[in-house]
C-alpha cells in the first residue's frame, strides 16, 4: 500500500516522500528476503485475537508468529499474489530512482 501511495501520490508527499521511499525499502527488503529460496515463500501468521487485544508497538508483541513455507507442496497462492504484487509495486517505485534495486524486485 506504501509503494503505491509513493506511485499515486509522491508528487504531492513534499519532504515526506524520502521517509516513504526510505520505508517502501525496508519492506521491500524483508520481503525478499522471504523470497530468497528458489520457488519458495516463508510467511509469518500471527493470531487475530491476540493481535488485536494487544496495544503494544509490534517490534515489542511477544505472541506467537507461527513460521510458514509456501511452496509446491505447501501451497499459499494468496500470500505468494500478494508478495508479488507488492514487489511488483516496489519495482515501479525504484524503476527511475534505483533501476538496479527494481531489477532485484523483477526477479523473483
Not at 14 to 19: A, D, P, R, T, V
Not at 48 to 68: A, G
Not at 80 to 103: K, Y
Request: glycine letters at 6%.
Amino acid at each position: 500500500m506504501l509503494a503505491w501511495s509513493v506511485i499515486d501520490f509522491g508528487r504531492t508527499m513534499g519532504s515526506e516522500l524520502g521517509h516513504a521511499v526510505r520505508a517502501v525499502i525496508w519492506g521491500t527488503d524483508y520481503l525478499l528476503k522471504a523470497t530468497a529460496t528458489n520457488n519458495v515463500v516463508y510467511v509469518q501468521v500471527g493470531d487475530t485475537i491476540s493481535d488485536h487485544n494487544c496495544w503494544e508497538r509490534p517490534k515489542d508483541m511477544d505472541t506467537l508468529r507461527t513460521v510458514y513455507k509456501i511452496n509446491r507442496n505447501h501451497p499459499g497462492s494468496d500470500v505468494a499474489g500478494e508478495t508479488v504484487a507488492a514487489l511488483a509495486a516496489a519495482l515501479i517505485v525504484f524503476r527511475s530512482r534505483d533501476p538496479t534495486f527494481a531489477v532485484v524486485c523483477l526477479l523473483l
